[in-house]
């Protein structure tokens, strides 16, 4: 195996069992090491450290071992059994009412780089890093051997979550199976999946207790689904008996998802309604129109603003215009359920952003709940950069 070579004292973060290896800790590295190779990393003192994925960039290497193991089939095997345990504990994996969920969650599940989605009979699997490419075929066996006959098809998606650099000539396809059944069940409730066209892997599998939540918030409320995308939230507030549910997303095709979603759970319901929109305008326009709507429970769930530490301060700015528009138009008494999912932006952060836009607002709010990211999302402890999804349920008064 080759190796890679540490300077002096930046083994530190390693023996805290952080998970990468960023470029300014190398010293050296053996010759003629490929993109997505497994190599061996050693301190200084030629001591070893880890064992994990090498790549080109600022992160050179993801750790997959402290423990100086062979990167195997078995070794995936382990370490997805053990995340389909973690998911039978949080009781996602064995309901009768819930066949969607995440069983890996990359860092979270010590398998840096990968992420995999259930959808009923099918997994959902993404490489975020050039080694799990490589390595997707025994992932997929690994898979195969630890899920038995609760799938029958894998799905492989990583045309857009790899390094287009790299050249890796990557599909999106199917390593088994290739059922075009695409309807799961989230909390009892159908969804269809659009693994091959849809964000991520189809689905945001990380809202579905806020959804729950929400839920318990919408009987006889009027609501707006903000950013909506395959309208997660509009369907279980209308389970929860909402009295009118607008959903707005600027993609057409979001908004096809929406309403295809909607109708498989509440077919001619003339509660719903959705809108191709950008969101800030919607805003704007609410009780501009004599007779149009307000609303007493909104959400605003909208893409990452900041991808980078760099545009940080843009995107607390977008979160503070947003959620000022918000606070302006909800109706008295009104909840607004508020997120960001943008990792470099922390909860402080993100209260703090709220914070100014309900002073700018004028608003008295009371904070009703902290959220997060959901159990089968789990945050390693020695990788604080893994918890991303931050929420809050405010009170208008
Ligand atoms: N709340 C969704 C996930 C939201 S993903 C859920 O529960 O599944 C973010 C969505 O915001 C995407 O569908 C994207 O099309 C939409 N979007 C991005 N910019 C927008 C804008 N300016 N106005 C409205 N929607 C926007």
């Given at each position: 195996m080759k190796r890679i070579y540490l300077k002096r004292g930046k083994e530190e973060s390693l023996r805290r069992f952080h998970p990468w290896i960023f470029?300014?800790?190398?010293?050296r590295t053996d010759d003629g090491i490929e993109e997505g190779e497994v190599v061996e990393v050693l301190t200084a003192d030629k001591e070893y450290i880890a064992t994990g994925h090498f790549q080109i960039g600022s992160i050179m290497v993801r750790v997959l071992s402290f423990d100086n193991e062979t990167i195997d089939q078995k070794f995936y095997e382990h370490r997805l059994a053990v995340a389909l345990d973690v998911r039978r504990c949080i009781g996602v994996?064995?309901?009768?009412n819930n066949n969607t969920y995440r069983l890996v969650h990359g860092e979270g599940d010590n398998l840096p780089g990968l992420v995999i989605d259930i959808y009923d009979k099918t997994a959902v699997m993404q490489a975020h890093s050039v080694g799990m490419h490589m390595d997707r075929n025994i992932v997929a066996e690994a898979l195969k051997s630890v899920m038995h006959d609760s799938i029958e098809n894998i799905f492989y998606k990583s045309e857009t979550t790899l390094p287009f650099k790299a050249e890796l000539g990557q599909e999106n396809g199917f390593l088994l199976g290739g059922s075009k059944e695409d309807v799961a069940i989230e909390n009892g409730l159908k969804f269809h999946v659009d693994?091959?066209?849809?964000?991520?892997?189809?689905?945001?599998?990380?809202?579905r207790d806020n959804r729950s939540l929400l839920e318990r918030y919408s009987n006889g409320r009027t609501v707006l689904n903000m950013f909506c995308y395959t309208g997660g939230f509009s369907f279980y507030a209308m389970r929860g008996g909402a009295k009118l549910v607008h959903s707005v997303d600027s993609s057409q095709k979001a908004i096809d998802l929406t309403n295809a979603n909607v109708k498989l759970n509440f077919p001619d319901d003339p509660r719903h309604e959705a809108f191709a929109e950008d969101a800030f305008k919607f805003l704007d326009n609410i009780g501009q129109q004599p007779g149009s709507p307000t609303y007493d429970l909104i959400i605003l769930d909208p893409?990452?603003?900041?991808?980078h530490k760099d545009a940080l301060r843009n995107a607390l700015k977008g979160y503070t215009r947003l959620n000022q528009k918000a606070f302006e138009k909800i109706t008295p008494g009104g909840i607004i359920f508020t997120f960001s999912c943008s990792q470099v932006v922390t909860k402080d952060n993100f209260r703090n952003a709220v914070f100014t836009a309900a002073a700018m607002a004028g608003r008295k709010v009371r904070i009703l709940h902290q959220l997060h990211q959901p159990a089968?999302?789990?945050?390693n402890i020695y990788h604080p950069e893994g918890e991303y999804l931050k929420g809050l349920v405010l009170y208008v008064e």
């Open positions: 470029s300014g800790a190398i010293a994996a064995n309901r009768t693994w091959l066209r849809g964000q991520k892997t189809g689905f945001f599998v990380d809202q893409p990452a603003f900041a991808k089968d999302h789990p945050i």
